[in-house]
């Protein structure tokens, strides 16, 4: 058997020779009298090994961060790599720099979803463990203890989230945890993992996982001693079908399922929003019929500094023909601004008014009164406008907007992702993230300019005159 003698730090010499995140990346657009001198000048043992040495091929969120952590975990969208970054980063732990030296670790743990995932992903998997490995420090399997054994005695055993109690008594000195967002006792592995992780100076676990707004995760992200590397699907293009990339954009970018799938972005639904993630995507659609009317809302920020507030410019349309229960309004652009000075924030509500032909700008006044309709007609003088004040607090005005959509009388286009992660975190209360829910705002003013202020005119008894 050839001996590969795999040599890390001569992996990461080569592939930042230029200056680049990716020595891959660096051959890939070089030249092919370029390629064929890199290639030349390596020794035969240095070409036989370059397959297996992740740290010239990786991508940026792949490589393990720097510094004093215990918890590395991976968020990316689907195919982003997370997998044969998990894979590698065992091997980064496992391997010595000769086939039976000592590595960082000798006691591993592999926690997947269920027994089957861990070994068909983690092991088996096209990037799992053994497709990732050098002949020369391939593990062995061994099916009846479902556990890996290497030349140099490390040994890796494999465990399920269905069964936290099967990780009492075990001791390891790194974990890989993979797609712990869907662990179905998730906590209590969690918890039962971190007490087995109790080996060497410094054990360390590493999460690969599609975030989703699950407890875990989230207390996981908070902590101070956890840190976080982040790549959407796009960023593995390379080895990804191009059939695969285009169905899956066309068929999901810009909804809120496609942030969490495909960017790899962790979406808070807070307990007793107005508005949840499933009621989102029920009222997702890609076509407008003909709108009877169109309007532009916004909520102008407090400041004008990039730290400030966003101003949130929302565009909405209805179709109110027939009766009122048949009326349907369309959310069409979210067109806010962050940190922009008033004459910009100004002009982009207006932009928006004339992209989509709309009949009147609705603005809430109560941070800045006349000066609002001033600045506004600044830029047009004869801008359809309408001032409105809000005189109950955010979570009130919000409660009937929100009714709406659970009558399933509103529908949002794609590509409002920002929108839609301020909605599914408003709650009568108030809003539950940070910041201030500008877009939201927005929103409400835009629905109860098109829908909730005449419906209510159309429910109002008519007076006979006499």
């Known amino acids: 058997?050839?001996?590969?003698?795999?040599?890390?730090?001569?992996?990461?010499?080569i592939s930042t020779t230029s200056d680049t995140k990716s020595g891959a990346a660096l051959i890939a657009s070089a030249s092919a009298a370029d390629r064929k001198a890199f290639l030349d000048s390596l020794t035969n043992e240095q070409v036989r090994a370059l397959p297996y040495l992740f740290e010239f091929w990786a991508l940026e969120h792949q490589i393990p961060p720097e510094g004093d952590w215990r918890s590395w975990v991976i968020l990316g969208g689907r195919g982003a790599g997370k997998t044969r970054a998990g894979a590698e980063w065992v091997r980064s732990m496992v391997e010595g720099s000769r086939p039976r030296d000592p590595g960082q670790a000798k006691r591993i743990g592999l926690i997947g979803e269920t027994m089957e995932q861990a070994r068909e992903v983690m092991v088996f998997g096209e990037s799992g463990i053994l497709a990732c490995s050098p002949p020369d420090r391939r593990p062995t399997w061994i099916a009846g203890r479902q556990m890996l054994v290497w030349?140099?005695?490390?040994?890796?055993?494999?465990?399920?989230?269905?069964?936290?109690?099967?990780?009492?008594?075990?001791?390891?000195?790194?974990?890989?945890?993979?797609?712990?967002?869907?662990?179905?006792?998730?906590?209590?592995?969690?918890?039962?993992?971190?007490?087995?992780?109790?080996?060497?100076?410094?054990?360390?676990?590493?999460?690969?996982?599609?975030?989703?707004?699950?407890?875990?995760?989230?207390?996981?992200?908070?902590?101070?001693?956890?840190?976080?590397?982040?790549?959407?699907t796009e960023a593995n293009r390379a080895y990804l079908a191009d059939s695969f990339?285009?169905?899956?954009?066309?068929?999901?970018?810009?909804?809120?399922?496609?942030?969490?799938?495909?960017?790899?972005?962790?979406?808070?639904?807070?307990?007793?929003?107005?508005?949840?993630?499933?009621?989102?995507?029920?009222?997702?659609?890609?076509e407008v019929p003909k709108l009877d009317r169109i309007v532009v809302a916004v909520d102008p920020p407090a400041g004008a500094t990039a730290a400030s507030d966003a101003c949130g410019i929302i565009v909405a349309g209805i179709v109110a023909q027939g009766p009122l229960p048949e009326w349907q309004v369309y959310v069409l652009e979210d067109a806010s601004v962050q940190g922009a000075s008033p004459n910009d924030w100004a002009a982009a509500a207006i932009a928006a008014m004339d992209r989509h032909g709309a009949e009147r700008l609705v603005a809430e006044v109560n941070q800045g009164g006349a000066m609002v309709e001033a600045i506004v007609r600044s830029i047009d003088p004869a801008v359809p406008y309408r001032a409105v004040h809000a005189t109950r607090g955010k979570g009130l005005r919000a409660e009937p907007v929100a009714?709406?959509?659970?009558?399933?009388?509103?529908?949002?286009?794609?590509?409002?992702?920002?929108?839609?992660?301020?909605?599914?975190?408003?709650?009568?209360?108030?809003?539950?993230?940070?910041g201030s829910p500008d877009r939201v705002d927005a929103l409400v003013w835009a629905l109860t300019e098109l829908f909730i202020d005449p419906a209510r005119r159309w429910r109002a008894p008519q007076v006979r005159r006499l």
Not at 247 to 257: K, M, P
């Open 403 to 434: 009714a709406l959509y659970e009558q399933g009388r509103v529908r949002h286009l794609p590509n409002l992702g920002a929108l839609e992660d301020e909605m599914c975190q408003m709650t009568a209360q108030g809003y539950a993230g940070q």
């Open 151 to 232: 030349p140099n005695g490390a040994e890796a055993r494999l465990y399920s989230a269905f069964d936290p109690e099967r990780l009492r008594g075990p001791q390891f000195d790194a974990v890989w945890a993979d797609e712990l967002a869907k662990w179905p006792k998730a906590q209590a592995t969690w918890d039962m993992m971190q007490f087995a992780l109790r080996l060497g100076k410094n054990p360390r676990a590493c999460v690969t996982t599609t975030p989703r707004n699950v407890g875990i995760l989230k207390a996981l992200l908070e902590r101070d001693s956890t840190v976080t590397t982040h790549a959407p």
């Open 1 to 13: 058997m050839k001996n590969f003698q795999i040599n890390r730090q001569e992996a990461r010499l």
């Open 245 to 286: 990339l285009e169905e899956v954009q066309n068929r999901y970018a810009g909804t809120r399922l496609g942030r969490q799938e495909l960017e790899g972005v962790l979406l808070a639904d807070v307990d007793g929003a107005l508005w949840t993630s499933d009621q989102i995507e029920a009222a997702r659609v890609k």
